[in-house]
């Protein structure tokens, strides 16, 4: 069983930064891949980026460059850096684990995080 909490999220300007972490529980947490998924009101939940639990990374089309994910296996923690925010990335950001290789659809993890809202001001 694995417990994961978001934090970092807030009110930005466009154009700045937010860091976002994922604190997980468990023993076997760098025998996880983790991603973030993201859900504003009226639309579907949809991949971020990911982690695998060899750290290869991976980002949704969207990214552009601008979001950089990372993790500290000593911490059980992963970070989203998020740069160059824009309004459409205002949403709900959530992180799911599973465990093994990485996957890029939702149904593919088992344990999620509440989520910590992210809104970008214009």
């Known amino acids: 069983q694995v417990q994961l909490a978001e934090s970092g999220g807030g009110l930005v300007q466009a154009g700045g930064s937010l860091r976002l972490s994922c604190v997980a529980s468990?023993?076997?947490?760098?025998?996880?891949?983790i991603a973030w998924f993201r859900q504003s009101p009226g639309k579907e939940r949809e991949f971020v980026s990911g982690?695998?639990?060899?750290?290869?990374?991976f980002y949704g089309d969207f990214v552009k460059g601008r979001f950089t994910i990372s993790r500290d296996n000593a911490k059980n923690t992963v970070y989203l850096q998020m740069n160059s925010l824009k309004p459409e990335d205002t949403a709900v950001y959530y992180c799911?684990?599973?465990?093994?290789?990485?996957?890029?659809?939702?149904?593919?993890?088992?344990?999620w995080g509440q989520g910590t809202q992210v809104t970008v001001s214009p």
């Open positions: 799911a684990a599973r465990d093994g290789v990485w996957a890029s659809t939702i149904s593919q993890y088992d344990y």
């Open positions: 468990g023993r076997t947490f760098r025998s996880y891949s």
């Open positions: 982690i695998s639990f060899s750290s290869n990374t």
